[in-house]
Nanobody, 124 residues
Framework: HVQLVESGGGSVQPGGSLTLSCVAS????????MGWFRQGPGKDRERVAT????????YYADSVKGRFTISQDNAKNTLYQQMNSLKPEDTAMYYC??????????????????WGQGTQVTVS
């Protein structure tokens, strides 16, 4: 049974920082595509930052480049996202996702993926 559990969200002022964590159980975070997605109020879900293990490719949305950093700790089976210089437009529910069998990340989403329950980030 695969579980992805996010934590680290909260309320911060503009310019502040937060670090999100995603702990995986029943799943090894070192394959396929894994990363962070978000959905703000009244907005579609978007891909924020992902790591594609094959080719060691890292993706960042243009809106977060230079401010967010995705990383992983294989020993802890945990994915992180360091978020600096937060802006009000970063306010969203943030979800951790990781590909299942045959899954992949493309465009704004993750297909055939496992998802966490989300952690809320509010910047105001």
């Amino acid at each position: 049974h695969v579980q992805l559990v996010e934590s680290g969200g909260g309320s911060v002022q503009p310019g502040g920082s937060l670090t999100l964590s995603c702990v995986a159980s029943g799943y090894t975070l070192n394959r396929g595509c894994m990363g962070w997605f978000r959905q703000g109020p009244g907005k579609d879900r978007e891909r924020v930052a992902t790591i594609m293990i094959l080719g060691a490719t890292t993706y960042y949305a243009d809106s977060v480049k230079g401010r967010f950093t995705i990383s992983q700790d294989n020993a802890k089976n945990t994915l992180y996202q360091q978020m600096n210089s937060l802006k009000p437009e970063d306010t969203a529910m943030y979800y951790c996702a990781a590909t299942g069998k045959g899954g992949y990340c493309s465009g704004r989403s993750c297909f055939s993926c496992f998802w966490g329950q989300g952690t809320q980030v509010t910047v105001s």
